[in-house]
């Protein structure tokens, strides 16, 4: 029997910075006295930052789907025309919020580990003049494919409905301007690149949002963005927020500051880049090869082996996490996350354990190999920048 | 200058209990793995137990008020006729959230610091016959008033409609036979008498409510009870859970079990039955003579004193923070909490600096009186029983 650290290494909850972790014993402040107004003002001004948008970006207490609830309960009235994009669970949970409001949502669907196309986009925002809301995932977690949200904003923005993108993998892997695409709602939560423990969610909110929701007639009062912002503007927040995971929040922010946003989302790119080299070089098959995501690699079983044995070799045998495929993905590919605190060591074990696991399951496996091939992708992009 | 060791003693955030608050650093662990379907059933079982009902008790990822609103919008439909109780901040909550989702409400109010008589509430009911449910406060927090659970409920019970508790500081502080006295949903919050920071709501569901809720039409998909039950079924939470704070509440639903609920529940009633003396053999007058609530203790500032100098005095002073009023209630009154990690050490030199806090402003104090009346009780209880 060897130490088997125990890794936590899934697409959300991610690895914890150490720091913002311990800072969580600080936790016996009150929300209502100067400790907390020092706190949280600095907290939102850090986010927004990260952010990188000139808008409102405000905090919930609640995981992602609270947020997600708030980006239709704030901005839309039931019965309102809007365009759903579903390309994996994620998307499927826009399309149950929509129904949950009573929206009247045509949805493009995509195959799991495809996109749909902003030329798709364009068709259906053109054969509904009337629609007010385009929801869609920036990356699709469940499948490892990202949406070219870029395109999608601009068309958005030309067409004059509001871009809702749930970029809670998005956030730190991959480029999101705000402001220049028209990005009007975009939100992230707390367990993914912002390398804390689960409990708040997050969302920027642009004028055009907040023009629109003006006149928004959906029932809400937890989840009122309007009420939220009125107390951030005091330096609170509406109702009792969760002080742990704020302190937390703070210092993972800073660090996120330091290291830069950019530098943050280019991690996560060369993470990605060297895990999808790693995986043809095994000979193993990417699911969304088109337009993969940087939050997380999502990779086929070889045939004949169900990847819930893989998921199960890594946690059995080197005591690290990650994560199967959902719904009917599951047992057929398994996924490599790449968002928030991970690193190259993070790559060099998870691939050399992959081998292994693979060779174990009877895969012919030439030991070394995926991992030479991380190797030489660091070796190329950190020895040539030296 | 002395050392002072900074003190949260408020009614919510309340002082945390030290081993539940390090628990949290064990948060590295996945929701989906059975790393954590060990630990959330045991903790839903632990808390149910705490509740002591045989119906469901189901947790969210938000504050207290997200839960006030899953009462809302999982068993009634816009336009149902319903009473609301309001004597506080917190019934006023109830009058927000039933205007919010378009309830029909017929709202009983009581001057700050009274609350509404059973008797009120029956004759609500009787003129109301088609009434479908009754929000209101066990102890509303902003006064320190508690209303008659028992008699309302069972009236409740009687007319067939919802009895709906928020009894976010109300759960261990007073006695509530939620099945006996026919209480339909109660809502509790983790800062509270459960010793842990915030970030956590919970409610209990009876059949009766459970058969309401399934013709009831308000939207809603994140507060969905429905599909936590489910979910909570299989040992696992509908969204992403709080993990950190699941993991403080393990630790301290196993120290209320240990202790007794019973005994959480009288250590409160001692303490504000101490608190009351203390106050009033000082020559201080309660805010809530009448039906004062054990979890908190209003007290009203002596003439021409405003009781931001008190609550300023314990901060600066001390060290340590206790509640001013809320709303119009700021200056008049101050909050000394009784609910969840309180003890007879902490109300020693609570007496004994509020006696010096008066002092410095000018009241007339013996020095050691409300502290020896603390003492006596503290006498006559303990070693009466030893």
């Known amino acids: 029997m060897f130490i088997k650290k125990q890794r936590l290494l899934t697409p ?44 409102d970006v405000l905090i919930t207490v609640s995981s992602g789907t609270g947020a997600l609830e708030a980006a239709v309960s704030n901005f839309f009235s039931a019965g309102d025309k809007v ?24 949805v493009l669907t995509a195959e799991y580990g495809d996109t749909v196309s902003p030329a798709r986009v364009e068709a259906a925002l053109k054969e509904n003049p009337s629609a007010k809301g385009v929801f869609f995932q920036a990356s699709e977690t469940s ?31 991959m480029p999101l301007d705000i402001d220049g695409w028209g990005l009007d709602l975009v939100i992230g939560g707390s367990q993914k690149a912002f390398m804390i423990p689960p409990g708040l969610a997050f969302i920027s909110v642009s004028p055009k949002a907040w023009a629109q929701g003006a006149s928004a007639t959906l ?52 993470l990605a880049h060297a895990t999808r080299t790693a995986a043809t070089t095994l000979g193993l098959e990417l699911f969304a090869p088109n337009s993969p995501s940087s939050s997380v690699t999502a990779i086929k079983a070889p045939a004949g082996l169900d990847s819930s044995e893989i998921v199960k070799g890594f946690r059995n045998n080197f005591g690290a996490i990650i994560a199967n495929g959902q719904g009917t993905m599951k047992g057929q590919i398994f996924r490599i996350a790449h968002l928030g605190y ?20 009877g895969v012919p496996v030439e030991f070394g190999k995926g991992v030479a091939a991380v190797q030489k992708i660091y070796a190329e992009a950190a020895f040539k920048k030296a």
Chains 1, 2 share one sequence.
């Open 12 to 55: 959300g909850p991610t690895p914890l910075l150490p720091r913002a972790l311990h800072a969580m014993m600080a936790s016996d402040i009150h929300h209502r006295t100067q400790d907390f107004i020092k706190l949280y003002p600095q907290v939102l001004a850090d986010l927004k930052h990260v952010y990188g948008t000139q808008g």
């Open 83 to 106: 365009i759903v994009l579903s390309a994996g669970k994620f998307g499927e949970r826009w399309v149950e919020l929509a129904k949950a409001f009573s929206l009247d949502a045509t």
């Open 143 to 173: 499948t490892g494919a990202a949406h070219d949200v870029e395109s999608i904003g601009k068309l958005c923005q030309a067409h004059g409905a509001l871009c809702i993108v749930d970029a809670i993998t998005g956030l730190g892997t």
């Open 219 to 270: 029932p809400r009062l937890y989840f009122d963005l309007k009420k939220e912002k009125k107390m951030a503007d005091k330096g609170e927040s509406a109702w009792t927020p969760n002080v742990s995971l704020i302190l937390a929040l703070s210092e993972s922010l800073k660090y996120i500051k330091d290291l830069g946003m950019d530098n943050l989302v280019a991690n996560a790119q060369m």
């Open 342 to 361: 991970f690193d190259f060591a993070d790559m060099f074990s998870l691939i050399a354990e992959l081998e292994l696991i693979l060779h174990s399951k």
